[in-house]
């Protein structure tokens, strides 16, 4: 915390002086030297990392801003630190940190020295967006944001000047798509037209971020260029390449029904591109004949597309009727018959409890999955446990939707055979869930039961619910279980003693200050005060 608030008190104007002792200085070999090393920042060194953007050395200055263009999100991170105190005080310096470092670059970009001016221009975009971001576009968000040095990018390349369009361009042709993401996104509407034979040859580039940002600028005559240049990545052989294309197809189509109707001699990736297209055009003439039409589609994605638009809002399509939805639950898609078993469940009550039964019997983990969501969502989950527990064993991810069944009392004579059951997949549930009540009496005999297991989940969740069950039985048992352990159980194990207030001893944490893993270290740090606040009883 010292060196976090030297930097504090260096960076902002005004602030005492006395602090700067602790930054460390640097003679101008030693800074050429820096700035060439990729050794890890520290905190301290960040003052001087900053001071050598304001150097009169033109090189030093260039040297500096190609050092933050790479190695920002370092020097923020170190900034931030692991310490889970203290937020205010470390997002606020972050932030000054970012608007320093930006500020200071974006100055350069005024440099009268044109190779000066150009870096600062480059390294601009490079602290800017991240090029992952279009790829796949749904990850294009704010949350965390004020916190890197994109918002302050943006601002500062808005202000570039209409003058600079020819060099903006040029540091576009960066070899970086984070550079050329940036830099196209400041050039103008004119200009992006003039360069669209360029992005038509990014397309084919064999970086996946090129051929993105080709995606996010490329602009279509017609539906015919739009098939012809955007069509080919609606079948890329990465997934968030075709998650771009398909972005770009929405935007770009504008014959809908013509495309629809000339779908047969187009890829699935463009057929599902369509359903896709059609499913979001909700006031569209024979929307739903349409996507109907679509459930016979030979290819399992585009049939689902459909059938997701056809169950989709309130109420589903009239024209999706019961008899087409029995037919769709035995798909051999597996996304396919999950949509459809859950539809079907809500509109078929007769036959729901035989329809969730089969499909927690199914080889699908997404099948399974839904019958399992569909079986707490009509609290049939203890009158079909044994279905259930099938399904566990062969495997469900989302097991927690499946709380009742080791919570509910009535199931408390199958415990005992579920938590020393062979099959690992069970024990991980049962651990899991079965505390779900909260009712420690009853699941702290089954949770000890567990602390010999060999299985790292089941440990884990093992000493989570040892934690909430709390008491110096179950202090002791997490105790067992981090002697034995290394790495993130460890861990675990130590954050999961600071949980267990009055009990946890100071002689049994002690050992682990010393540890040579830093998460240990710090758990171990963290689980001391909790002691200290709440001494053993």
Same mark, same amino acid.
């Given at each position: 915390?010292?060196?976090? &608030?030297?930097?504090?008190?260096?960076?902002?104007?005004?602030?005492?002086?006395?602090?700067?002792?602790?930054?460390?200085?640097?003679?101008?070999?030693?800074?050429?030297?820096?700035?060439?090393?990729?050794?890890?920042?520290?905190?301290?060194?960040?003052?001087?990392?900053?001071?050598?953007?304001?150097?009169? /050395?033109?090189?030093?200055?260039?040297?500096?801003?190609?050092?933050?263009?790479?190695? *920002?999100?370092?020097?923020?991170?170190?900034?931030?630190?692991? /310490?889970?105190?203290?937020?205010?005080?470390?997002?606020?310096?972050?932030?000054?940190?970012?608007?320093?470092?930006?500020?200071?670059?974006?100055?350069?970009?005024?440099?009268?020295?044109?190779? #000066?001016?150009?870096?600062?221009?480059?390294?601009?975009?490079?602290? *800017?967006?991240?090029?992952?971001?279009?790829?796949?576009?749904? *990850?294009?968000? *704010?949350?965390?944001?004020?916190?890197?040095?994109?918002?302050?990018?943006? $601002?500062?390349?808005?202000?570039?000047?209409?003058?600079?369009?020819?060099?903006?361009?040029?540091?576009?042709?960066?070899?970086?798509?984070?550079?050329?993401?940036?830099?196209?996104?400041?050039?103008?509407?004119?200009?992006?037209?003039?360069?669209?034979?360029?992005?038509?040859?990014?397309? $084919?580039?064999?970086?996946?971020?090129?051929?993105?940002?080709?995606?996010?600028?490329?602009?279509?005559?017609?539906?015919?260029?739009?098939?012809?240049?955007?069509?080919?990545? &609606?079948?890329?052989?990465?997934?968030?390449?075709?998650?771009?294309?398909?972005?770009?197809?929405?935007?770009?189509?504008?014959?809908?029904?013509?495309?629809?109707?000339?779908?047969?001699?187009?890829?699935?990736?463009?057929?599902?591109?369509?359903?896709?297209? $059609?499913?979001?055009?909700?006031?569209?003439?024979?929307?739903?004949?349409?996507?109907?039409?679509?459930?016979?589609?030979?290819?399992?994605?585009?049939?689902?597309?459909?059938?997701?638009?056809?169950?989709?809002?309130?109420?589903?399509?009239?024209?999706? #009727?019961?008899?087409?939805?029995?037919?769709?639950?035995?798909?051999?898609?597996?996304?396919? @018959?999950?949509?459809?078993?859950?539809?079907?469940?809500?509109?078929?009550?007769?036959?729901?409890?035989?329809? $969730?039964? #089969?499909?927690?019997? /199914?080889?699908?983990?997404?099948? @399974?999955?839904?019958?399992?969501?569909?079986?707490?969502?009509?609290?049939?989950?203890?009158?079909?446990?044994?279905?259930?527990?099938?399904?566990?064993?062969?495997?469900?991810?989302?097991?927690?939707?499946?709380?009742?069944?080791?919570?509910?009392?009535?199931?408390?004579?199958?415990?005992?055979?579920?938590?020393?059951?062979?099959?690992?997949?069970?024990?991980?549930?049962?651990?899991?869930?079965?505390?779900?009540?909260?009712?420690?009496?009853?699941?702290?005999?089954?949770?000890?039961?567990?602390?010999?297991?060999?299985?790292?989940?089941?440990?884990?969740?093992?000493?989570?619910?040892?934690?909430?069950?709390?008491?110096?039985?179950?202090?002791?048992?997490?105790? #067992?279980?981090?002697?034995?352990?290394?790495?993130?159980?460890?861990?675990?194990?130590?954050?999961?003693?600071?949980?267990?207030?009055?009990?946890?001893?100071?002689?049994?944490?002690?050992?682990?200050?010393?540890?040579?893993?830093?998460?240990?270290?710090?758990?171990?740090?963290?689980?001391?005060?909790?002691?200290?606040?709440?001494?053993?009883?």
């Amino acid at each position: 915390m010292r060196g976090r &608030l030297a930097f504090l008190l260096v960076l902002i104007p005004g602030a005492c002086v006395a602090a700067q002792d602790t930054a460390v200085r640097w003679t101008r070999h030693q800074l050429v030297a820096r700035l060439a090393s990729s050794t890890p920042i520290s905190v301290n060194e960040i003052p001087g990392l900053i001071d050598a953007l304001k150097s009169p /050395d033109r090189a030093i200055r260039r040297a500096a801003m190609r050092f933050w263009a790479v190695r *920002g999100d370092e020097a923020r991170e170190a900034l931030w630190g692991d /310490d889970d105190e203290d937020t205010d005080s470390r997002s606020g310096s972050v932030i000054q940190l970012c608007e320093k470092v930006v500020g200071l670059i974006e100055k350069a970009v005024s440099d009268p020295d044109r190779a #000066t001016s150009l870096e600062a221009l480059r390294d601009l975009c490079a602290l *800017g967006t991240p090029v992952s971001v279009i790829c796949p576009p749904v *990850g294009r968000c *704010g949350n965390g944001m004020e916190f890197t040095f994109e918002p302050y990018v943006t $601002i500062a390349l808005s202000k570039i000047e209409p003058s600079r369009q020819a060099d903006m361009e040029a540091v576009s042709q960066d070899p970086d798509p984070t550079v050329g993401l940036n830099a196209l996104s400041h050039v103008s509407k004119d200009r992006i037209q003039a360069l669209q034979p360029r992005f038509r040859k990014l397309l $084919i580039n064999p970086d996946k971020y090129w051929r993105a940002v080709a995606l996010d600028f490329i602009k279509s005559a017609n539906d015919a260029d739009l098939f012809r240049t955007v069509g080919p990545l &609606l079948d890329d052989p990465d997934e968030d390449v075709r998650s771009s294309a398909s972005w770009a197809f929405q935007d770009g189509l504008q014959d809908l029904r013509t495309a629809f109707q000339g779908r047969a001699k187009r890829s699935a990736g463009v057929r599902l591109a369509i359903a896709t297209k $059609i499913g979001n055009e909700s006031g569209f003439a024979g929307r739903s004949h349409m996507l109907v039409e679509l459930l016979d589609d030979p290819v399992g994605s585009v049939r689902q597309e459909a059938l997701s638009w056809l169950c989709r809002g309130d109420s589903s399509s009239p024209e999706l #009727t019961l008899v087409r939805l029995r037919s769709l639950v035995v798909d051999p898609e597996g996304r396919v @018959r999950a949509t459809a078993l859950q539809e079907l469940c809500e509109r078929d009550e007769a036959n729901r409890k035989q329809l $969730i039964r #089969t499909g927690l019997a /199914d080889e699908d983990r997404d099948v @399974r999955t839904t019958a399992g969501w569909c079986c707490g969502h009509w609290s049939l989950e203890v009158e079909l446990t044994d279905a259930v527990v099938g399904a566990i064993e062969k495997g469900m991810d989302d097991d927690w939707m499946v709380c009742a069944v080791f919570s509910c009392p009535l199931n408390d004579n199958k415990l005992d055979g579920w938590v020393t059951s062979d099959n690992v997949n069970l024990r991980r549930a049962v651990a899991l869930n079965m505390d779900c009540e909260k009712d420690a009496k009853r699941v702290l005999p089954r949770y000890l039961r567990l602390v010999n297991d060999s299985d790292f989940e089941v440990l884990r969740a093992t000493v989570y619910g040892l934690a909430d069950c709390g008491g110096a039985e179950a202090v002791s048992a997490i105790e #067992t279980i981090a002697r034995r352990s290394q790495g993130d159980l460890l861990v675990e194990a130590l954050r999961s003693l600071g949980h267990t207030k009055g009990f946890a001893d100071v002689a049994f944490v002690t050992p682990y200050l010393e540890s040579s893993q830093n998460e240990v270290r710090k758990a171990a740090k963290s689980l001391l005060k909790a002691i200290s606040q709440n001494p053993p009883q």
